[in-house]
């Protein structure tokens, strides 16, 4: 199954030059793909995992919670919901103290 990709052609350069491709990926430097057709089946799975996410944080299994959140943005990386798995996994990853992640899933939502 292939997803219609179009990319942006906002200015993506870093303050810090030597900043990992990981580490810019993560924090958004890098062009992100805008997926103009998400499968509905894809979505329906993703907000699946999104609310076990959130059985996850009212539990405190902050841990549990961001794998389910990360699974979610694994089948929907980019789309209409994305931006919501991103700042759920940020409040999990916050709730660890893992700070450093916590913001730069903040910046991607």
Known sequence: RQKSLKF??????TKNSKAS????????MIPTPF???VDSNDLDEAEKLKALGNVSMKKKKY????QYYT???????VGPTSHIYFS???????????FNEAVWDAERS
Do not use: C, Q
Not at 21 to 28: L, M, N, S
């Open 8 to 13: 942006s052609t906002l200015d993506f350069k």
């Open 35 to 37: 997926v103009t057709d």
């Open 88 to 98: 759920n996994r940020a409040a999990a990853l916050l709730s660890m103290r893992n």
């Open 21 to 28: 491709k990981e580490e810019a990926e993560i924090r958004g």
């Open 63 to 66: 841990d549990k919670a961001r």
């Open 71 to 77: 699974k979610a943005l694994e089948i929907v990386p």
